[in-house]
């Protein structure tokens, strides 16, 4: 019994599960890199960050060509500088500025098939999980555009990939130590040597977090969510071992850790400043200084730091400012507002009046499965207690709800693609409740089997239909030119998506 309670994925080489997520990645791969360089120049605000990577290659700060000094700009380095890795091997060009996002939207789809392999142990929901966020226009349009969303979620997928492989270690370490005599009456924990009882892969999510900041602020709203998740998965895992009172001690035995690994997050976030302690041209770099004041070394630059961060804070709250393609965190799921990134109406479709668009737009079918399947989630996780469910829906909490309180609170200018760290997460919520639907419960004796076979049509015949959704909506997605007609079509909710 205690052995089943602590069992996790099986940690054994699965070729089949990796044969599927390679053949979503190489789909995913596909849509997203191939022809990546069309539209030509900067579209929406690609005007912004190519130009600030390039500007950093140059001077290791963003640098305001105008007044030929550094740029105030308020957002941090790291997306920045992994364009600018592309612009490094391919040139200042549109396949420099978008082909890092592209790969690392790529690798989105691989990350997410594993997670669903780990938390589904099934082949075919892995496969399903990876293809169906390869098939979202959504983070397609992300991936192929160079704006700083995509590595966002990048890395805020990493993390929970890392935590939910740790969960899996030690709740492992713990069946084993009971396995080979453990006595949870007799001790507190089992003695493992130091190597083993480091959380390594906590720590690498640490590492990734602080990479995920460096890259928007924003990345902070899922630290305290994350921490709360490791805290109850290891007081589940204490309780099933027979830890007497798994709470206190769980939270005690993971206090340490945890506050490491905040101090692992803020030195990598740190470090993605890098450019900016390293130079004497960065923004605010001396303002102790310029003012008169006492600089001392490595104080003063952090002093500055935070000055810095202080004024782009304030440029968050203040920002309110009325924009076209502006919406509100509750339009999001339902494609209330996407954002239009190209527009061109010129050239030859074989039509008197042509369009060319890239639209910022969910797969529909995918997306308006969204809402229901988060229901579904929080109602399995409830009623079969399902651990999977909040290992799902805590993170899309974490991307949206902060949002929520900032469009209440004070009203601010906000846009869809704020929701891109969460759509991963959206997806495996709409593939955890097709494996339910796949996989009745138990006791149903003969009817299992039949509603197992219904379940597989059905589950399967919705993937079909995601893809034939995207098929059709493929054009806005990438900028072709199409006759005005069809592209007219396309535009289910009218003006909403004009």
């Known amino acids: 019994m205690v052995r089943r309670r602590l069992s996790t994925v099986d940690e054994r080489l699965n070729p089949y599960s990796w044969l599927a997520a390679i053949v ?19 579209i929406f605000d690609e005007v912004y960050y190519p ?11 963003e640098w305001d060509e105008k007044t030929n000094g550094p740029a105030y700009v308020v957002h941090p380095p790291l997306g920045k500088w992994m364009i600018a890795l592309g612009e490094q091997i391919f040139g200042n060009n549109e396949l420099g500025w978008r082909i890092v996002g592209a790969v690392c939207g790529t690798l989105m789809v691989l990350i997410t098939a594993r997670i669903a392999y780990r938390l589904f142990r099934s082949v075919v929901l892995s496969g399903a999980a990876g293809l169906l966020l390869a098939l979202d226009g ?39 130590a009971l396995e080979t005599g453990f006595d949870p009456a007799k001790h507190r924990r089992p003695r493992f040597g130091f190597l083993r009882a480091v959380p390594w892969w906590r720590l690498l999510a640490a590492f990734f977090l602080g990479c995920a900041v460096g890259v928007k602020w924003s990345a902070a709203f899922f630290a305290p969510f994350f921490a709360i998740l490791v805290v109850v998965w290891e007081v589940r895992a204490r309780r099933s071992a027979g830890i007497r009172r798994p709470v206190a001690r769980g ?8 506050l490491l690994s905040g101090v692992v997050t803020t030195v990598v976030y740190l470090g993605t400043w890098a450019g900016w302690f390293l130079t004497d041209t960065g923004y605010f770099r001396h303002w102790l200084a310029d003012n008169g004041r006492a600089e001392p070394p490595v104080l003063g630059a952090l002093i500055n730091l935070f ?42 479709c074989g ?9 910022l737009l969910g797969t529909p079918l995918l997306w308006w499965s969204f809402l229901p399947a988060l229901v579904a989630a929080a109602w399995f996780g409830i009623a079969r207690r399902d651990w999977r469910a909040p290992a799902i829906l805590v993170p899309v909490v974490a991307g949206m709800l902060p949002w929520y309180y900032y469009a209440i609170a004070d ?46 049509v059905v589950a399967g015949l919705y993937v079909l239909l995601v893809a034939a959704c995207f098929a059709y909506f493929y054009p806005v997605f990438t900028g072709q030119l199409i006759p005005y007609e069809d592209w007219s079509s396309r535009m289910w909710l009218g003006p909403r998506w004009i």
């Open 411 to 456: 009203g601010r200018t906000m846009f869809s693609f704020y929701l891109l760290p969460a759509v991963p997460f959206l997806v495996l919520a709409v593939v955890y409740v097709l494996g339910a639907i796949m996989t009745p419960p138990e006791g149903l004796g003969p009817e299992k089997s039949d509603r197992q076979i219904v379940g597989a």
């Open 138 to 176: 959504f983070h397609l349009v992300l991936s192929r555009t160079s704006l700083l969303d995509i590595f966002l979620g990048f890395y805020i997928l990493l993390t929970f990939a890392c935590l939910l492989i740790d969960r899996d270690q030690r709740r492992t370490r713990w069946r084993t």
């Open 307 to 348: 000055h810095y961060h202080q004024e782009a804070f304030g440029f968050h709250t203040q920002l309110d400012d009325k924009h076209t393609y502006q919406s509100w965190p509750w339009q999001w799921l339902l494609l209330g507002r996407p954002v239009a990134f190209y527009w061109n109406g010129e050239g030859n």
């Open 251 to 258: 939270i005690v035995g993971d206090i340490g850790w945890l």
């Open 351 to 359: 039509a008197p009046s042509c369009a060319a668009e890239i639209l």
């Open 24 to 42: 979503v990645t190489v789909i995913g791969g596909i849509l997203r890199i191939v022809n990546v360089d069309r539209p030509k120049g900067y």
């Open 51 to 61: 130009t600030d990577a390039w500007d950093m290659l140059q001077h290791a700060v």
